[in-house]
């Protein structure tokens, strides 16, 4: 099994940051992209940020300039750096792998269980 574990939530003032975690771990041979996604209540899970094993980054629009997708040393983590947070970034936030496992297959990671960040004055 493969599993993802986010990290970092919380409650912080309009104009403050927040970097979120997200740990990948199992039978993990290789991580080809790992990616930020979040969902407010009643609204649909949204894309926010990817990065790829090759250190391509792609964001939403409505995060650009703002957020900033990266990976450690070890590239099994990802971090997501939240800054100028705004009330609108309010939602739980999730992280997603696509990994190639030990045993030859290639697969999405099942979502982790969020990190709720909520942004209010």
């Known amino acids: 099994q493969v599993q993802l574990v986010e990290s970092g939530g919380g409650l912080v003032q309009p104009g403050g940051s927040l970097r979120l975690s997200c740990a990948a771990s199992?039978?993990?041979?290789?991580?080809?992209?790992m990616g930020w996604y979040r969902q407010a209540p009643g609204k649909q899970r949204e894309w926010v940020a990817t990065t790829t094993s090759g250190g391509i980054t792609t964001y939403a629009d409505s995060v650009k300039g703002r957020f900033t997708i990266s990976r450690d040393n070890a590239k099994t983590t990802v971090y997501l750096r939240m800054n100028s947070l705004e009330p609108e970034d309010t939602a739980v936030y999730y992280c997603n792998a696509n990994v190639r496992t030990t045993y030859g297959t290639t697969l999405s990671v099942a979502w982790g269980q969020g990190t709720q960040v909520t942004v209010s004055s």
């Open positions: 199992g039978s993990i041979r290789s991580i080809n992209a």
